[in-house]
């Protein structure tokens, strides 16, 4: 979803770390028929996130696009805004 053009080198870093899976869900490339999985900005860019290995997950376009730019939802249970899953800093 990004605007940027991720350099081939970046984007092959980005696959291989996340051992080529969608670091949100887990689905292997492999078996991913429809799209390719895309190198997802963690930190959106019209949030101030770069394009960077840091702020970088391989992402499935399903996981991709149903994140979009959001850094937070709220949770249904109990009301409270919480920040998205980043799977940089979160197991």
């Not at 081939?8 to 490339?29: D, H, K, N, S």
């Not at 930190?43 to 394009?51: D, I, L």
Request: glycine share 4%; charged share 25%.
């Amino acid at each position: 979803m990004s605007t940027t053009h991720i350099p081939a080198a970046l984007r092959r870093l980005v696959e291989e770390r996340a051992a080529f899976r969608c670091e949100y869900c887990l689905l292997p490339t492999t078996v991913a028929f429809l799209r390719p999985h895309e190198a997802d900005h963690i930190v959106a860019e019209k949030h101030g996130g770069a394009t960077e290995a840091e702020n970088l997950a391989l992402a499935c376009w399903r996981c991709n696009r149903h994140k979009g730019t959001d850094l937070a939802s709220f949770d249904p249970k109990i009301g409270d805004l919480t920040r998205l899953f980043n799977p940089r800093t979160q197991l």
